[in-house]
Nanobody
Framework: QVQLVESGGGLVQAGGSLRLSCAASGRTFSSYAMGWFRQAPGKEREFVAASIGWSGGIIFYADSVKGRFTIYRDNAKNTMYLQMNILKPEDTAVYYC???????????????????WGQGTQVTVSS
């Protein structure tokens, strides 16, 4: 069982930056694929970024955030981060971190591939 707790959300102006954190319980953090998803009001949850493979060395991004967001993890601290730069109003959403042991390069985009979820943190970008 893995418990995930996100933090770092808030209100920021367009063009600004935020860093989200996801703290995970458990002693085998490096074994887990870790990812970020988001859900805007009235929309379905969508993939944002993922760190999979041994120690999370394989990285994927949604096209909408590529070049602006960076996912990285500190396996020694059991923590994953999402550095978000050049934020846009369309980035406004609740952001969720996710973890899973059976997430591959062909399945990471699907929420059903991930076994554990955090409670979410709100990110609001004003124009």
């Amino acid at each position: 069982q893995v418990q995930l707790v996100e933090s770092g959300g808030g209100l920021v102006q367009a063009g600004g930056s935020l860093r989200l954190s996801c703290a995970a319980s458990g002693r085998t953090f490096s074994s887990y694929a870790m990812g970020w998803f988001r859900q805007a009001p009235g929309k379905e949850r969508e993939f944002v970024a993922a760190s999979i493979g041994w120690s999370g060395g394989i990285i994927f991004y949604a096209d909408s955030v590529k070049g602006r967001f960076t996912i990285y993890r500190d396996n020694a601290k059991n923590t994953m981060y999402l550095q978000m730069n050049i934020l846009k109003p369309e980035d406004t959403a609740v952001y969720y971190c996710a973890a899973g042991l059976r997430v591959g390069s062909s399945t990471y985009r699907s929420g059903s591939s991930w076994s554990y979820w955090g409670q979410g943190t709100q990110v609001t970008v004003s124009s």
